[in-house]
């Protein structure tokens, strides 16, 4: 199910849009197809660490208070924004990823064919890396940060 739903998220945005949304895309929708399907399924037996059975109170946890529905679309904007922002600036509609700031072009012969052969650099700022930047920034904008929360290190501590 969770595979199927990736590649079904995947596919059509690597081949239509472009490579830098597929893994996003396939991601949201293989979450949103399992949330729905857990949604009509239950499984029988509920296995924790080590896979060690847990009876069902203790795998459904404290009560969680429901999210209304400006705390949903805060979560989902950020995605949403990626998105938007990457396939209107990265699509092939766009005119920004062709622009060229400098293009440097080395004509050179071949040691192995011996035929002439060209190598070039084209020096693009505006592709795929430059639109994730422009989607953060929109994203700044409706989330509105403290700067201390934008200057403070993220600490990774594993949880196994």
Not at 38 to 45: A, E, G, T
Not at 135 to 157: D, E, G
């Amino acid at each position: 199910m969770g595979s199927l739903s990736y590649i079904l998220g995947q596919f059509p945005v690597s081949q239509w849009v472009g490579p830098y949304l597929p893994d996003v895309t396939g991601s949201l929708v293989s979450f949103g197809a399992l949330l729905l399907f857990l949604r009509v399924w239950r499984p029988r037996h509920i296995l924790g660490y080590g896979g060690v059975e847990l009876d069902e109170v203790a795998a459904a946890g404290p009560d969680l208070p429901r999210l209304s529905a400006k705390e949903v679309w805060r979560a989902w904007m950020p995605f949403i924004v990626l998105i938007v922002v990457v396939v209107l600036w990265t699509g092939p509609w766009s005119p920004l990823p062709k622009i060229s700031w400098l293009l440097l072009k080395v004509t050179g012969i071949s040691s192995i064919s011996h035929k002439v052969t060209d190598v070039e650099f084209s020096f693009t700022p505006f592709v795929g890396g430059t639109s994730i930047l422009a989607s953060w920034l929109v994203i700044l904008l409706f989330v509105r940060p403290q700067p201390a929360i934008l200057k403070r290190k993220r600490q990774i501590i594993p949880t196994f």
